[in-house]
């Protein structure tokens, strides 16, 4: 089994609709979460970090849920720029310092006009 | 504020040449430094990580080694690549406390040919 795994999509959504990615993980001890962007041949870029208690940004809304070992990110109001391929990210240590980040496939979205 | 540099940005290799990736990080001390492969159409894959100088921990047995001969410098190398080593180079740095996340460079884009 994955440690992370997303739905690959592709996502093809108009301008201003409302798109959710789901992506579950395997390690009930991951401490730390997020979702990283990666337009296409560039390097992947922190969107948002994950917080327990939901978090938002702007037009995006992380949510986690330990119990189901599942995080989500909502986009509002979609625009062009949003099409990216979005990176689920989980960390766990081991007993060090060291982050030890798992990622995800990543969900492809192309928002059209 | 933090940046981190990654060169070459492509590199066109023949099968059995040698290779050298340079990674360097600036407005940091004593960070974690990682080396990825992103192979095209899949996931990051973790290659190398590193808590110190001279301090290097391997992900996947493979025909690459790396290097940390200074604070803020990870050096990614092989003496004799192979095709499959062709895709995305990504380097990336966390501070050592959490969430511990991670920041990419700008990734060297590897072919062999």
């Known amino acids: 089994r994955k440690e992370v795994e997303q739905d690959p999509g592709p996502f093809n959504v108009p301008e201003g609709a409302t798109v959710a990615f789901n992506c579950t993980y395997s390690n009930s001890a991951s401490q730390s979460f997020f979702w990283y962007r990666q337009d296409c041949r560039k390097e992947p870029k922190l969107l948002m970090s994950?917080?327990?208690s939901g978090n938002e940004d702007g037009r995006f809304t992380a949510q986690l849920n330990r119990a189901s070992q599942y995080i989500s990110l909502l986009i509002r109001d979609s625009k062009l720029s949003d099409s990216a391929t979005y990176l689920c990210v989980v960390n766990y240590g081991r007993g060090s310092t060291l982050g030890r980040l798992y990622f995800g496939r990543g969900t492809q979205l192309t928002v059209w006009p | 504020s933090q940046t981190i540099h990654q060169w070459p940005a492509t590199l066109v290799q023949p099968v059995g040449s040698p290779l050298s990736l340079e990674c360097t990080v600036e407005g940091t001390s004593n960070p974690n430094l990682y080396w990825y492969r992103q192979a095209a159409g899949r996931g990051l894959q973790l290659l190398f990580y590193s808590v110190g100088i001279g301090q290097i921990s391997s992900e996947v047995p493979q025909n690459l080694s790396a290097s940390r001969p200074q604070d803020r410098q990870f050096i990614l190398s092989s003496k004799k690549l192979l095709l499959s080593d062709s895709g995305f180079y990504l380097c990336?740095?966390?501070?050592?406390?959490?969430?511990?996340?991670?920041?990419f460079g700008p990734g060297t884009r590897l072919t062999v040919l």
């Open positions: 990336a740095w966390s501070v050592r406390t959490p969430p511990d996340t991670q920041y």
């Open positions: 994950v917080y327990s």
